[in-house]
């Protein structure tokens, strides 16, 4: 990636009624403010059904803007003849999907076909594609284009006629491509620390299948050099390891002086984001204890995934969810061996909701060392490891920071923008 330097100042002249972003590149200041151009002078529509054979039906995502379906997890069969009446996208392509009204106007890196229902944009000046692509996924967009669209909701889509309708704010082109580019370049930032947090997740992944025993196997492929001639791994019922206790339901309208944090499956499965209530006779984590849920999502993601409770008395445990208090085990170590576990995940058919019962629970089998360094040592560095994925996500979270503040200065703010 360059390491080219972009100087961005705040202009302090702007009109009470000109359109203008708050900052500006210094060479442009000089140029005034931007135009407005209606969205069919700027693009045009396009409606091409001749695809060649073998072109990848594409998934229109506002995660991945337009993407091969076999790219990403998108399960919907469509027949050979179905397939006659799909528009061609080509590379460069946006695409207004029945989402643009929340998400923006998508962005196709990608040649293949999607369903006529959508509309396909094709910039009139291939130099202006970067620039829009990051104008229509911006908050001043979206706001303009809901401001213009009364009466759209979930099942409806954004018309022709009203995308042309818009007016697009427009810079020379000059500083278009300086906008894009200076706006890509974060974007490739962020997607540098993206391969690192990939990189983690696989080592973390290549290092748990090492660290614990494979199947059939007493002792595991890689161990701590104190550790390598010590007495071959235990195998356990959960059962004989942490004692059980099911969460209870949750009852709005019972509410005492006490307030803990109500643990559920989404709980688990989005790191601890919840609200809070007060309330008294339920299911009270202690610390060390183990959270575990034990119906899947909707999603189907997040059936025995674990949580290890760090605080007494915060946590009221609802139902669908298990305590484990652990005995004779080290906590940390049980929490990583039990997160997750392909025994416990094997009851799930991927076809109807699963719901792992108690005895289930208490059968799964758990390897552990019989020394208790051992386990301590391993759980360490269980939440080293953990911790470098923490700080990378982190690291993320402060780049897409940075760019959403960077394009909320660059592009006109929605009052500018007429529609």
Known sequence: MSSKVITIERREDRLENGLAPELRFPQFLHLGDWDKVPGNI????????????????????????????????YHVSVSEQSLTG?????????????????????????????????????????????Y????????????????????IRDGKMVSWKQFSDLHLPVPSLPEQQLIAECLSSVDELIAAEGRKLDALKSHKRGLM??????????????????????????NKPLGDLAAYENGKAYEPHIVEEGTFVVVNARFISTDGRTRKYSKSDMC?????????????????????????????????????????????????FL???????????????GLNQTHLRKDAVQACPISFPQDDEEQQKLSELFVLMDNLISSQIDEIAALRAHKNGLVQQLFPVTDEVEA
């Open 335 to 349: 929490f990583y061996a039990l997160d997750r576990h392909p025994f416990l995940l094997a009851f799930d058919d």
């Open 86 to 130: 799909y528009k061609v996208v080509e590379v460069g392509d946006f695409i207004i999907s029945l989402r643009s009204f929340q998400g923006g106007i998508e962005y196709s890196k990608y040649q293949g076909i999607c369903s006529p229902a959508y509309i396909i944009l094709r910039s009139k000046k291939s130099e202006a594609v970067s």
């Open 284 to 332: 009270i984590a202690k610390k060390d204890d183990i959270l575990m849920v034990l119906s899947d999502l909707p999603n189907g993601r997040a059936l025995a995934k674990c949580y290890k409770v760090e605080e007494s008395n915060k946590y009221a445990v609802n139902q669908r969810i298990a305590r484990l208090e652990p005995f004779g085990i080290n906590s940390g």
């Open 209 to 234: 299948r090492q660290l614990f025993p494979a199947e059939g196997e007493t002792s595991p492929g890689l161990r701590f050099s104190k550790f390598r001639k010590a007495k071959k791994w235990l």
């Open 42 to 73: 700027a693009f045009e529509q396009i409606s091409n059904k001749s695809a060649l054979p073998g072109l990848p039906i594409l998934a229109i995502t506002q995660e991945h803007g337009a993407i091969p379906r076999d790219l990403i997890d």
């Open 132 to 151: 829009f692509r990051h104008y229509f996924k911006t908050e001043a967009f979206i706001r303009a284009l809901n401001r213009n669209l009364e009466g």
